[in-house]
């Protein structure tokens, strides 16, 4: 088994620490046309919080990122319009500022980019086009004075381009710092119970970390736009790829149309994974447990044993980060009428 | 006329000022056997918020009573799971605290009451029982420890009956004080404009202020449980009948099957109307002029000409009140596992 043979090199690279594991930095990433600032915050804030940027009003950025709800949606897989289901989970968005790519397949290079793309998309918010979502927002005077203030320099603000810039740098403020493996890395050695040292000893003997490396566990080394691909399964044949329908959804392959694409995937990220529940791009795994025995077996040919589990487990949950404190936005009005049409 | 002479009478009171209206009280109304609590608003603002309060995780009481947009949701109807829809618009939840009932037609005494309706409607959140909805909330670790904080005298607090007066405690702090108009009865003689003026002196002459008076113009004299109930068409027979489709649903007569109570409701509050569209029980007039038209032709058989429709928008828009600023909730986690079940 060729592929065998490459992780098991990678995974003794790994266990002698060559790709290192850094706490959360304090600062995120932001692209040098896209500088933060309190009004595109403010103004990404309600955006992600309004319904009205889809179809029927009934589904906004925040219902499948929750970010109330550690950024997800607890469910296997994403809804949309009209009851309509999507095909993959939804990722959470505290801490997607790390990734150098976005969505399951990172066909996305940036947030930016990402923010168009469930608009949209017609099992999701369904908007028929972009030209009608900045038509309708054209239509509340709080959005154009918002956007006003948040682009300053530019006469006619309220553009697609800057509406996915909004979203994006308010999506920047998501980030959980100070997990208990935050404060472990920073010094504190009493941040970890023993159980999870095991675990965060496992993870890297066994050769997880070769993947789930970085300050977000998601890649190390990668620039902005470049994305951490492995295949999932990189062992098929066990039996969980039937158990769990694993290979049905090709992955990274449905963008590029490439063979050595199919069933690839964005690695994804290790922070907070013990309360986004359920797992994998399909949502089928439901407990964390059985998400690390699915990953052990598949991308490593580990057969773990409970109590290695267990440790694993416990270590996860040390990446739980605190969720800051956020200011509901006020959604701004259409006084004297209603802009949303008929289901 | 038989109905139009009565209602030539109470005109003619209400221009008298014998219903009063009075700006927005700093205090609710709260019931003895619910008094507030810090802990029960923060519980009840979480449980608000939760989607896994309804069967497939994707609708919580903010999808419907949008807290961060005045209240509703700018929708004609309701939207439940599976991509359903209700029957009726969904009331603004701020200031609901000052009705002696709820619901269009009036039929829960309480908020509390109100609470347990939408969880098990089955176009709605559509939960199977409230059992389930129990036998859930006990799953999540953080909800036993809230309930806890909330209700301390009680051994299992973890109930129905807590669920529904923790929810009903956080919405008796959505008040929207200091609208112009409270600001102009409080002695600021500048806070209505003119127009706004003589829109309030109409609304008075015309005979609006009938039903509409009070704190939230909505009635006035009422007591807790007891309601402020009216036919709407008061005179049936103009074109607006067929026009908005207003005598298809019957009202209260759903809940009491009397005769008497067809197309009777529950007279809704004038606060924040003007950002509250669209409008009426079925949500099919979009604009508030024509709400007003609909409203002076079918219960005062007034013809009002578009300076007189303009005047009193313009009184309606200084009902808008301040919205103030809400943290928001973090929900809690089910570590380690997903309780919202597949689709």
Redesign the interface.
Known sequence: MHLRKILMVIATFASLNVWATKPLPDKVPVPADNPMSTQKIELGKMLF????LSM???ISCN?CH?????GG?????G?G?????GGRGSPTVWNSAFYTVQFWDGRAASLEEQAKGPVTNSVEMGMTSHDLVIERVRQIPGYIAAFKKAFPKEKNPVTTLNLTRALATYERTLVTPNAPFDKYMKGNKKALNPQQIRGWKLVQEIGCTSCHAGEIFAGEGFKMGEGNFQPFPQIPGSKYDKMYDILADKGRYEVTKKDEDKNVWRVPTWRNV??T??YFHN?KV????EAVRVMAKTQLDADLNDAQVADI?AFL?SL?GE?P???????P????????P??
């Open positions: 919080f309004d319904p009205r029927d009003g009934t219902s929750n970010v109330m709800f550690h949606d607890g469910r296997p897989v809804a319009i009209h009851g309509q289901r013990a309360i529940a359920p949502g439901k407990t964390l447990d487990v949950n739980t969720f404190k956020q200011t509901m936005p006020v959604l009005a259409t006084p004297n009428f209603s802009i949303t008929d289901p």
